[in-house]
């Protein structure tokens, strides 16, 4: 709302259940927003996620109820407008399976949430030099089957956009 206050927010694609990446859910429902998400997910976000009360401290979705729309995907969905296009893709791995990637074709870029981070620095649970995380393998297995021409990874946690190489090269 900040970037285009004028423009309604239409999809949100929902990676995974964790807290830090489904958090804002209600909000995006409360919006009118289509919620993009896996399949896996169905049970959880329509028994618990938006029919737990808010009494305490009311969110947007308590204080605005409305009815959620959502998308489910199994191994891919794909949203375009006729110009841009965006796809979505089911990543197995042992994180969290339901875990779903995204991918702008025309930018070549690639949106990955917590089984790919580039904090520029090694962290305490990163396998030592010469081992390759299995996270970063089954994402790397996922872009071969899926033949993704990808030149720049937008993970969720971390620096910031990163050449794919980042990833290759590991």
Excluded at 2 to 30: C, E, M, Q, W
């Amino acid at each position: 709302k900040r970037i285009a206050p004028t423009k309604p927010v239409r999809y949100h694609v929902n990676s995974h259940h964790h807290g830090d990446h489904a958090a804002g859910l209600r909000a995006f429902v409360a919006e009118g927003a289509t919620i993009v998400t896996h399949e896996m997910n169905r049970r959880f976000y329509e028994q618990v996620v938006l029919k737990a009360p808010r009494t305490l401290a009311p969110d947007a979705l308590a204080r605005n109820p409305r009815p959620a729309t959502f998308m489910w995907v199994s191994d891919k969905q794909v949203i375009t407008d006729g110009e841009r296009t965006l796809e979505i893709y089911h990543v197995p791995n042992g994180h969290a399976a339901n875990l779903l990637m995204s991918y702008l074709p025309k930018e070549k870029l690639l949106i990955i949430t917590d089984i790919f981070n580039d904090f520029g620095e090694p962290r305490p649970n990163d396998p030592p030099p010469g081992i390759v995380s299995p996270y970063y393998a089954a994402l790397g297995d996922r872009i071969r089957q899926l033949k993704l021409d990808i030149e720049r990874i937008a993970p969720s946690h971390g620096k910031g956009v990163v050449p794919a190489a980042v990833l290759t090269k590991l």
